[in-house]
Antibody
């Protein structure tokens, strides 16, 4: 079965960068896009962007362009999301997610979430 | 584009909860629904407006009319208390979530 396992919680200072990993198993990693979604405490779900593991193509939400980078290492079936120049309002739980089928826009499979805390 | 949801809905156990989501893009794009509980990852409840993934009970249904989609939960139970989010994507692949609706079971 499909599993997405994320790296552990992080505490960062403002201005620093964080890199969250998402290891996929149970399917062919290159066959499905990986998306990243975050949720700040008391706030709603916010889509951050997507990455195609086969060719590395990416698309980011406009508000994060220039600060977010999504990459992958196909040899270990792992996707990464790096967010730079962290601010307090980047404190959130970050999720990776995968669609049901290639080309779908739903998120049927989710990682367990990674809490990123930005604090001085 | 935006998806608009009411902040909260309250129903008594056994009643029917209806959670609406509106947005111009919904006239052309599919909607998806998620249940989100504290400390848990979101769960896909409905895809492509009306389809239910395996494992989701039949009392959970989705419908669509024009620029509004609706999630209906029949026979609401205490375990249904959660936040519910609609989601869609435009033709370029940009994804948007609604603001979420908190379902309270009285």
């Amino acid at each position: 079965q499909v599993h997405l396992v994320q790296s552990g919680a992080e505490v960062k200072k403002p201005g620093a960068s964080v890199k969250v990993s998402c290891k996929a198993s149970g399917y062919t990693f290159n066959s499905y896009d990986i998306h990243w979604v975050r949720q700040a405490t008391g706030q709603g779900l916010e889509w951050m962007g997507w990455m195609n593991p086969r060719n590395g193509n990416t698309g980011y939400v406009q508000k994060l362009q220039g600060r977010v980078t999504m990459t992958r290492n196909t040899s270990i079936s792992t996707a990464f999301m790096e967010l730079s120049n962290l601010r307090a309002d980047d404190t959130a739980i970050y999720y990776c997610a995968r669609p049901q089928d290639f080309g779908d826009n739903d998120f049927a499979y989710w990682g367990q979430g990674t809490l990123v805390t930005v604090s001085s | 584009y935006e998806l608009t949801q009411a902040p909260s809905v309250s129903v008594s156990p056994g009643q029917t909860a209806r959670i609406a989501c509106s947005g111009d893009a919904l006239a052309k794009q599919y909607a998806y629904w998620y249940q989100k509980k504290v400390g848990q990852a979101p769960v896909l409840l409905i895809y492509k407006d009306t389809e239910r993934p395996s494992g989701i009970p039949e009392r959970v249904t989705g419908s669509s009319s024009g620029t509004t989609v609706t999630l209906t939960i029949d026979g609401v139970q205490a375990e249904d208390e959660a936040d519910y989010y609609c989601q869609s994507a435009d033709s370029s692949g940009t994804v948007v979530f609604g603001g979420g609706t908190k379902l309270t079971v009285l």
